[in-house]
């Protein structure tokens, strides 16, 4: 596909958009998932003669996608040493009134204002729907971490969408 300039410009259009918010998803903000997203296209350009069609073609992207976005999580995490336990995290909320709506954008943008190990982790067990051991081994945590991880970021979007719905974020 390296040399096919119109099928290189089927699958940007097809597959694109859903390549480029997994990204925007791992990222710590929109620059970043940006980059992500050019590395992720061109080492799939690069790569598409490895797919081998056992799998869906949007199955194989997907899972390229997530593995370069863990990637960049890692290159990230090396340069970051903070520990989890300096992240401030206050006990869960009551639910939102049912009345309130939140936009998916601003649940998105939410999730990307999660530090960098609690967003990752988030993706992968509630949105991309992994397994928690194969998470471990992405993301080179251990079982315990997983969960703390998954169950903090919870905790933090439920605060954050707590306050949305109560308008406190513009409460002077």
Known sequence: ????????????????????????????????????????????LVNFKSYNKITSLGAWLRRITINK????????????????????????????????????EQLVTFINELPDKYRTAFNLYIIDGMEQEEIVKMMNETSTN????????????????QRYLNHEEFKI
């Open 146 to 161: 997983v969960r703390t991880l998954v169950f903090r970021a919870r905790n933090i979007l439920q605060k954050k969408i």
């Open 69 to 104: 976005a863990i990637d960049h999580y890692r290159q990230r995490s090396r340069q970051k040493t903070a520990s989890i336990e300096d992240i401030p995290v206050e006990p869960s909320v009551d639910s939102a009134p049912l009345n309130e709506i939140l936009t998916m």
């Open 1 to 44: 596909m390296s040399g096919d300039s119109e099928s290189q410009k089927q699958l940007y259009l097809q597959y694109g958009p859903m390549i480029k918010g997994i990204c925007l998803r791992y990222a710590a903000n929109e620059e970043e998932g940006e980059d992500l997203f050019h590395d992720t296209f061109l080492f799939i």
